[in-house]
């Protein structure tokens, strides 16, 4: 077995984690709609970071043609996918007690999602790095603009209150998302 394919291992078990976690998050709400009161912008963040997480295996694949791991390859790829988890688990806690519903939460807690969202965005950047000044090229201009930007536009979400402004920020991340997916890798 090759070093990444013994890598891959953990980070997809990590990985998988994160997407039962939020799974199992929307399955509880359908499950019990009337137990916590679901928060649009809440779930557009859910979606935004279910598309992350697709976005990040598809991303890994490129770190197969890495030839020479190093344990500290290893460990920056390893912080990188636990961060996508523990954003999963900031989106549906164990429980809500100590809030009135998931609207209230998200914005007790979204300092911590913003601020962790803003590492991952900086974190993809090294990540990028890793597999290549060829590759960090190809991605062209595009790419380092839009690390910065939604860094700081993370960044912005935790100082702003404002719920049209998350919905906003929500909607413009995900529909980028889906276009850097498509225009990055292809839909064939």
Known sequence: MDK??????????????????LLKGIAKLIEHPSRTKPYAVHLLWVLYTFLLLI??????????????????TYVFVILYITVYYIICSLLFP????????FK????????????LL???FLL?????LIK???????LGTEYPIRIVSHTVLCLLAIKIKKEWFHMLLAVVFILYGISWIVRTYGVQ
Do not use: C, P
Request: charged content about 25%.
């Open 94 to 101: 164990e429980d809500l007690k100590e809030y009135r519903d």
């Open 124 to 128: 993809d950047l090294g990540d990028t």
């Open 118 to 120: 803003a590492a991952v």
């Open 132 to 138: 290549g000044k060829e590759y960090f090229t190809a």
């Open 4 to 21: 990444f394919a013994h890598d891959r291992i953990l980070i997809g078990m990590i990985l998988s984690l994160g997407v039962a976690h």
């Open 104 to 115: 209230d939460y998200y914005y007790a807690r979204g300092k911590w999602f913003f601020a």
């Open 55 to 72: 976005n990040f295996w598809w991303w890994e694949f490129r770190l197969g043609k890495i030839v020479q791991w190093t344990f500290g």
